[in-house]
């Protein structure tokens, strides 16, 4: 099983436990593009053609549906 496909189902398996950097991790390498935060923002923006996700930077992440 490859490494994105780990991550991905142990996030499914435990969605408050995500950190930050296991999901930047995981959409890097899905091939989004990172868009860092102007003006104080803690939300980072990634991007891959027409699809944008808004992820805020805090720990832990909010519990969420990551289907």
């Not at 989004?32 to 992820?55: C, D, M, N």
């Amino acid at each position: 099983m490859s490494r994105l496909r780990k991550g991905y189902e142990k996030a499914r398996r435990n969605r408050k436990g995500v950190r930050y950097e296991d999901l930047d991790a995981m959409l890097k390498s899905a091939g989004f593009e990172v868009r860092q935060p102007s003006g104080g923002s803690s939300h980072y923006f990634y991007k891959k053609g027409a699809l944008t996700i808004t992820i805020p930077k805090q720990r832990p992440l909010p519990g969420g549906n990551l289907c």
